[in-house]
């Protein structure tokens, strides 16, 4: 089955997967499937929003190529696709986890990311609530990378699916433990304190697929203890276009 038509289905398919899992053993139990913020996160974000900023950056990469021809190089077309997915998936988490660390400490980056950390209740579909700047940034990044450097089209769908599945899986209510592979590969047990109010100063487990840069760059945090809660301490607006405006508001009057 081609990559176009597979890669909806693996993404449906995980996220049917992990809601049973969320159903079956939830870390946070007695969270409602339709919490607060559900169809905002669904509909809003991980629909409209996607559907919409994956049109405005398949035309900004377009128009990039275009003017520096760079996809026609062809640098990473003759790998095969399991490394060029493989390459793909370290190079750009490592970069997220640096791009990520860096809006936790600056002011500017953390007023597009904050929205995704307003959500209160962490789920399975949580993780798609990003303020749209935010997205155009990563997501130029991580496609944009992909496509000047060659990468087939096929790579590119998969490493698109694994980031899908995966950002759903991280954020999920799922109570699981990794044992020894979560020095490696992330998820939900880590991932959870990250969004959690009583994290530690500075903020922590920056990672996404990887865990194994918050371990090797002295970010990592996974106590025995639960999360007192998730979200801002600050109130924040509930709507998508208020949520958007939100970011943009004067410094001096978030201060008073």
């Known amino acids: 089955m081609p990559w ?13 997967a992990i809601i049973a899992l969320e159903r079956w053993r939830p870390y946070d139990r007695g969270q409602p499937f339709l919490r607060d913020g559900f169809w905002l996160d669904l509909v809003t974000y991980a629909l409209f929003q996607s559907y919409f900023l994956a049109l405005v950056i398949n035309l900004l990469i377009g128009w990039i190529d275009g003017w520096t021809g760079a996809s026609r190089h062809g640098l990473v077309s003759g790998w095969p696709i399991a490394a060029q997915v493989t390459f793909f998936v370290i190079s750009h988490d490592l970069y997220i986890y640096w791009f990520h660390r860096l809006q936790h400490g600056n002011r500017w980056l953390w007023r597009l990311h904050e929205a995704h950390h307003s959500a209160r209740h962490v789920d399975w579909i949580a993780g798609s609530r990003s303020h749209s700047f935010e997205i155009l940034i990563n997501q130029s990044i991580e496609f944009g ?15 698109g699916t694994i980031s899908a599945v995966w950002g759903m899986w991280i954020h999920a209510n799922v109570d699981v433990r990794g044992g020894r592979l979560q020095w490696v590969i992330n998820g939900p047990e880590m991932h959870r304190w990250h969004h959690a109010i009583d994290h530690p100063q500075g903020g922590s487990n920056f990672g996404t697929k990887l865990a194994i840069w918050d371990w090797i760059f002295g970010t990592a945090y996974r106590p025995a203890k639960k999360p007192a809660a998730y979200g801002l301490a600050e109130a924040y607006p509930r709507g998508y276009l208020e949520q958007q405006a939100f970011a943009f508001r004067p410094f001096e009057r978030f201060a008073r």
Do not use: R, T
């Open 4 to 16: 176009p038509i597979l890669a909806p289905i693996v993404i449906v398919a995980g996220a049917a």
């Open 145 to 159: 990378a992909m496509i000047l450097l060659g990468a087939s089209v096929e790579a590119i769908l998969i490493k």
